[in-house]
């Protein structure tokens, strides 16, 4: 008694305050500001605060928020049948789809509109779940503020489709097992249908990596900030990637302020298309950047391999 | 100065006494007492309502049965009649629980007798069923709304009480799909057209009524005597937004000077309805929204919800690994959320969120590893029937190992060492808000609130769910039922909860070797449709908060008929008044702090 045991309170909240400037010590000064969130998981001793908007710390590959639709990466077509399990499976019913018919109105599998309210979806990822096809997966994008209360949420179809080379970037684990599961099934299936049509996407993929915009290159301005959500490969992260978007964190920073909000969901709208060709330049260059970078994982599946060649 | 011990106990062996899941033999014993006052319709005790109070008392007093505790109270609409369902324990000798059921048919005005008098905790609940059900209990000493206004249109839960934005009557909806013309519920139904307002009322007339049974200060009458100092009481309300409520929770508080002389809880600020809205949904469509109950403990809602409904999923099985993530997923729960609700006990007493951020520390890394496994750090939807979402991942492993063996224990030590004899602490907490252990019992409460007092009751030990029969641990219980009883019973139960997790983690089938197959999803593609066999379940799971039970009815469709929720944090604010009597206003706040409430659940 006699004030010992506010002494022994005092003395370990003093130790945390020398705890907190471990890191930094390890690292030496003015490291603070750096990107190194990467560092802050796993149970380490010390500093464990990240400072947010200017570094972020990388998400798991089962992390989820925001529907997207996978398309092909090569003919571009939409895996999603309008089979109508994600719609009718979400909980609070954000789900629109619009099944396409032929002309004699017989129901083709095709949607012809698909909506999501993404400012009623819940982030249960049941749709993703629960979807035969792997035509709906979850994204790791989670910093997406609008000004806009209501359109700017409703994500149309193709405001919510992204490239299959893009959902192999992000899941890569996920995203090897999945096709694996796809390809058994193909090898038991007779040829026909979206089947055959993916195996050729593949075997094109293997053979030409056409170099096709990614979703971050597409942002134009943008590129080297968005990629570092994007391109964040959680299996083994580069060092050069790393220090090459610390180098060009002031010009995103001037950048980002320029663009509107809503260009960043408009990877593959209209607009990107647009911006295509005036962008070929800085595509190709940062083609080469990534396939420096990339070196050491080019021995993983074709798929990724492909996807890291764009 | 004495410190209160906590010792741990285990329950006591069985007695000669009927068993209360033997309905037919307590109906037996009931009708030889009360001629035709009881009957058992599938495995439920259904009592004549004119005798039921003498009926709950003798089964109350009865020491063969001795149902002493009431756990749950709740009613169902069905299409002929209303029924009050009310689950009974005996917490002495640790079984339970007995349905028994009480019938009235008459449709637009319901009415039964109220149990306050036997059991003093159905105070809130039946308060409950009135404000959402509108069954009427004649006798009960103040049945007005608890969670909805008084204004209110109807009563909710009812089948035929529709919505504002109402759509359909179940999910899904047919407007989605195949021809899903984008429509809102707001721009289909627009506002003021979607309410209902009793007749002749007029909401812009509206005047609050003054809800008293505490009376207001009348200033006109106040006189100002010469000489001595006279007192008189006054009321405050604490609350809704008051940091020290822990979310937008209202206390009604009657002071004579600054001494509390009764408390009256309000709450409802969060209410969402979210029973009809489980109704409405399909079986597994309620999953994520259990997260939203108790959002700090998002994996032990889930555990509760799938053990409920799996009950009605006979050829259900749960594979041995999903069993053992589910035990490591809630007990690293219970960590969690000791730590976060001993840091805003402290934040309470007055050190201001330094202890809450060294809480806060641990829990950010078991977030982490919620968020590897199941994608998100709060709102996990991680329970499936028959499994888990995902396997985890292997980098899950040695993270878990980690934090269990070395991290975990220090920092749960670290917290017990600044604050166990820290003598603010002990001058704050010794011999405040003491609860007996026998009010403990009659007001139902649940969890360390009714262990902090003595009583050594845990489901997890009581009625073993799913493989927790398998680990060894112990359940601290407290001697005085004070706040700093409340507190030690936390700390010693987050050692508890790691001493069940090396166990888990040294068990699971596959072990730390195991590759993870990301696709592997143990529900399987097809289990987003599920049969659920007709009939009624009470599945509940030991929370960290307390007993939480859903009680489930299925008319054999798509969606639960009846879905209710007994939650904890509802059920533990009825003790607060007991608690507060004759204490300081400055204690209120850490009483209320050690209940450890959790809005989200409290107003459902």
């Known amino acids: 008694m006699f004030g010992k045991g506010i002494i022994t309170g005092m003395g370990i909240t003093l130790k945390h305050f020398f705890d907190s400037y471990k890191a930094d010590r390890r690292r030496g000064l003015g490291t603070r500001y750096l990107p190194h969130g990467e560092e802050h998981q796993g149970p380490v001793k010390g500093f464990v605060t990240v400072q947010y908007p200017e570094e972020k710390l990388k998400v798991p590959e089962n992390f989820r928020f925001m529907p997207f639709l996978i398309k092909d990466d090569v003919t571009g077509e939409d895996w999603c049948t309008a089979c109508g399990i994600c719609a009718r499976v979400c909980p609070p019913q954000c789900i629109w789809i619009v099944r396409a018919k032929k002309d004699d109105g017989k129901p083709m599998p095709v949607p012809e509109g698909f909506w999501i309210d993404t400012s009623i979806c819940m982030q249960c990822g049941y749709c993703a779940e629960y979807c035969p096809f792997d035509a709906i997966k979850m994204d790791h994008i989670y910093d997406i503020p609008t000004q806009e209360r209501w359109d700017a949420w409703i994500f149309d179809k193709e405001k919510l489709t992204k490239p299959n080379s893009y959902y192999m970037q992000t899941h890569p684990r996920q995203g090897i097992a999945e096709k694996a599961v796809r390809d058994e099934k193909e090898a038991k299936k007779a040829k026909g249908g979206r089947a055959s049509k993916e195996a050729k996407a593949e075997s094109a993929a293997k053979t030409t990596p056409t170099p096709k915009a990614t979703p971050a290159a597409n942002a134009a301005p943008t590129a080297p900030g968005k990629s570092e959500t994007v391109k964040a490969n959680p299996a083994m992260p580069s060092t050069e990637q790393k220090q090459a978007t610390a180098e060009s964190r002031a010009d995103v920073k001037a950048a980002q302020t320029a663009v509107a909000p809503e260009a960043q969901f408009q990877n593959t709208g209209p607009a990107a298309e647009q911006k295509r060709p005036a962008d070929e330049q800085s595509i190709a260059t940062a083609t080469a950047e990534s396939r420096a970078s990339a070196d050491p994982n080019q021995k993983e599946d074709p798929a990724t391999k492909a996807s890291k060649a764009e | ?604």
């Not at chain 2, 006054?234 to 822990?246: E, I, L, R």
């Not at chain 2, 078991?366 to 968020?371: A, C, H, K, M, P």
């Not at chain 2, 005085?480 to 987050?494: F, P, Q």
Request: hydrophobic residues 40%.
């Open chain 2, 1 to 604: 100065m004495t410190t209160p011990t906590i010792t741990t106990v285990s329950p006591a062996p069985m007695l000669e006494a009927t068993p209360l899941r033997d309905a037919n033999a307590i109906a037996a014993k009931v009708n030889a007492k009360f001629a035709n006052a009881a009957n058992v319709v599938d495995g439920s005790l259904v009592v004549d309502k004119n005798q039921l109070v003498e009926v709950a008392t003798f089964l109350r007093d009865e020491p063969t049965i001795g149902c002493n505790f009431l756990e749950d109270l709740t009613s169902v609409d069905w299409p002929d009649r209303f029924e009050v369902v009310y689950h009974l324990y005996n917490l002495t000798r640790q079984e339970g629980p007995l349905r028994m059921k009480t019938v009235d048919t008459n449709k637009p005005d319901p009415r039964v007798p109220s149990l306050t008098s036997v059991w003093p905790g159905a105070n809130l609940m039946e308060r409950e069923v009135y404000d959402l059900m509108g069954v009427r209990f004649e006798g009960h000493p103040n049945l007005v709304r608890i969670l909805l206004w008084e204004g209110f249109y109807g009563h909710p839960l009812r089948k035929d009480w529709k919505e504002g934005y109402f759509e359909e009557e179940k999910k899904p909806y047919d407007q989605r799909w195949p021809q899903g013309d984008f429509v809102r519920g707001e721009e289909r139904n627009p506002y003021k057209d979607n309410m209902v307002l009793p007749k002749g009322f007029d909401p812009t007339k509206y005047q609050f009524p003054k809800e008293d049974n505490i009376p207001l200060i009348d200033y006109n009458a106040q006189a100002i005597h010469s000489g001595e100092l006279k007192s008189q009481t006054f009321v405050v309300n604490m609350g809704p937004q008051h940091p020290s409520t822990h979310g937008v929770f209202r206390m009604r508080v009657m002071l004579d000077g600054e001494q509390v002389v009764d408390l009256q809880p309000v709450m409802g600020y969060l209410h969402r309805n979210h029973e009809k809205i489980g109704e409405r949904n399909a079986w597994l469509m309620n999953m994520p929204f259990t997260d939203r109950l108790d959002y700090l403990c998002s994996m032990g809602n889930n555990f509760g919800y799938a053990l409920a409904v799996e009950k009605l999923m006979p050829d259900i099985k749960v594979p041995e690994r999903a069993e053992y993530l589910r035990v490591i997923m809630a007990e690293f729960t219970r960590i969690v959320n000791h730590f976060f609700a001993l840091g805003q006990l402290l934040s309470d007493m007055g050190a201001f969120f330094t202890p809450m951020l060294y809480g806060i520390e641990e829990r950010e890394w078991v977030l982490d590893l919620f968020e590897m496994s199941s994608g998100a750090r709060m709102m996990c939807n991680y329970l499936r029937f028959g499994g888990v979402a995902k396997d985890p991942p292997p980098e899950f492993w040695p993270i878990a190992r980690d934090l269990v063996a070395n991290r975990l224990p220090r920092a749960i030590d670290n917290f017990d060492a600044y604050i166990a004899q820290n003598e603010i602490v002990l001058a704050r907490a010794q011999g405040v808000g003491i609860l007996k252990p026998e009010d403990a019992i009659a007001l139902s409460t649940v969890g360390p609130v009714l262990r902090a007092s003595g009583i050594p009751y845990d489901v997890r030990r009581a009625e073993p769910y799913g493989i927790y029969d398998r680990f060894d641990f112990d359940i601290p219980i407290g001697t005085v039922g004070d706040v700093y009883d409340r507190y030690l019973v936390r700390i010693a139960e987050m050692r508890e909860s790691v001493r069940i997790l090396k166990q888990a983690i040294v068990g699971i089938p596959g072990g730390h070797e195991y590759q993870s197959d990301p696709a592997m999803i143990f529900g399987g593609r097809k289990g987003w449709q599920v049969k659920i066999q007709k009939g009624e379940a009470y599945g509940r799971v030991e929370n960290p908060k307390g007993a939480l039970g859903y009680y489930v009815v299925s008319d054999g469709g798509t969606n639960p008929y009846r879905y209710h929720i007994h939650a904890p944090s509802f059920v533990n604010i009825g003790a607060l008044s007991t608690m507060v009597r004759g204490h300081k206003v400055a204690d209120v706040v850490i009483i209320l702090g050690s209940i450890d409430i959790v809005l989200g659940e409290l107003d459902r």
